[in-house]
């Protein structure tokens, strides 16, 4: 005699011997397999291994709380100093961009940490970019030296896209101000991977789509040193992109900004993995705020690809 609407949230929860883990809202299906693989993985793995995150800017930290949750449910995770050498006892470690020359120490100490065996997994971008001040700057910084030991080359140029996400921008109506969404080539929807490589099918296989924001191009070269055993592209832009470079331009409004709608060119890499013939590997994305929870950490799909990513690095091939 009556009717009643309820809002009704699914949940999971997994037990074994004294232990628990949650999933407390499955709101797709998508990835759902992965996540419950990775907490029936944590309740059952007795041997962890550990990941370790180097901010190369020292002076400005990104928060990273949101891949640090991610990691800590199935790795040890520990923030590592640049400043200090790369503890023994990490299998992975990510690193998060520089903006400015580093100390050769460290560069010694990443260089040391590959070739021990050890994998990486590095961002970086060409350029310094705010899409607050609408201003950008290409970085000067001895870490594309080290970075092109690896045959992996980041130009100092913006990717633009016209496959791209949306920003709100504001737009005057009579006496009102109003927000509405608007393309963003600097924004690129990643949604077509390398699948015919076995390394890059491993982490990008059924994966739906990545957003980099403002990445840079990479370039590969085809004449490789004897010490890098392969170069895979993991990720590219489409087959209607663009370049910016020298004098950039960040209004989203293409009144203002006519650059933002020059396309027509061929697919950039945005993502590349070289592998050593000594057994390392350094992975590069071309967007030095892709580990940031204000930045690429603030997209789900972005999450996925970095688990994948690390899942890969260390080992966790089953994943």
Same mark, same amino acid.
């Given at each position: ?210 957003? @980099?924001?403002?990445?840079?191009? !990479? %370039?590969?070269?085809?004449? $490789? +040193?004897?010490?890098? /055993?392969?170069?895979?592209? &993991? ?18 409004? @293409?009144?203002?900004?006519?650059? !933002? %709608?020059?396309?027509?060119? $061929? +697919?950039?890499?945005? /993502?590349?993995?070289?592998? &050593? ?43």
């Amino acid at each position: 005699d009556q009717m009643v609407v309820k809002k009704v949230y699914l949940g999971m929860v997994l037990l074994f011997e004294n232990k628990k883990e949650i999933i407390p809202l499955i709101q797709s299906t998508a990835g759902l397999e992965y996540m419950i693989s990775t907490k029936i993985k944590s309740l059952i793995n007795l041997n962890k291994k550990t990941i370790g995150l180097m901010h190369l800017a020292s002076d400005d930290k990104p928060k990273t709380e949101n891949i640090q949750t991610q990691l800590n449910q199935h790795y040890n995770f520990r923030s590592v100093d640049s400043k200090n050498s790369i503890p023994n006892n990490l299998d992975v470690l990510l690193v998060s961009g520089a903006v400015d020359t580093l100390d050769t120490l460290i560069i010694s100490n990443l260089r040391s940490f590959l070739n021990s065996g050890k994998n990486i997994f590095f961002t970086q971008s060409g350029v310094s970019a705010d899409i607050q001040t609408q201003q950008a700057n290409p970085i000067e910084s001895n870490v594309f030296d080290f970075l092109k030991e690896y045959d992996l080359d980041v130009q100092k140029n913006l990717v633009l896209d016209a496959k791209c996400g949306n920003v709100q921008v504001q737009q005057s109506v009579g006496l009102f101000r109003m927000n509405r969404a608007v393309q963003y080539p600097f924004f690129p929807i990643i949604d077509s991977f390398n699948t015919t490589d076995s390394i890059s099918k491993i982490m990008v296989n059924n994966l739906e789509q990545v957003l @980099p924001l403002f990445p840079s191009e !990479i %370039k590969i070269d085809s004449i $490789k +040193s004897e010490k890098i /055993a392969r170069v895979t592209t &993991l990720f590219s832009s489409s087959n209607n992109s663009g370049i910016m470079e020298s004098n950039f331009m960040l209004s989203p409004d @293409p009144q203002q900004n006519p650059f !933002i %709608k020059v396309f027509g060119q $061929k +697919s950039k890499t945005l /993502a590349a993995t070289s592998k &050593l013939t000594k057994g390392g590997e350094l992975m590069l994305v071309s967007d030095s705020r892709f580990l940031s929870d204000e930045g690429g950490m603030s997209i789900p799909d972005n999450i996925v690809f970095l688990m994948n990513a690390v899942d890969y690095l260390a080992g966790d091939q089953d994943l």
